[in-house]
């Protein structure tokens, strides 16, 4: 019991960790974007609305089969 909760508690730990990370680089990332082209980051930023769609209709196409 006490060596599952310490694996659990390690696990929790990096996975929180490698998610705020990520949260922060995703941010610098579009800050950096913003003042390279604001303009190009905005097109990018409304390109992401149909590929989750499309992703997710493929999906469960795939799942189908």
Do not use: E, H
């Not at 390279?36 to 149909?50: A, E, H």
């Amino acid at each position: 019991m006490g060596s599952d909760i310490s694996v659990i508690q390690d696990g929790l730990s990096t996975n929180v960790s490698m998610f705020i990370r990520s949260c922060i680089f995703i941010v610098v990332a579009f800050v950096f974007l913003f003042i390279l082209s604001w303009q190009l980051t905005l097109v990018m930023i409304g390109s992401i609305l149909p590929v989750i769609i499309f992703g997710a209709f493929y999906g469960q196409a795939m799942k189908k089969t």
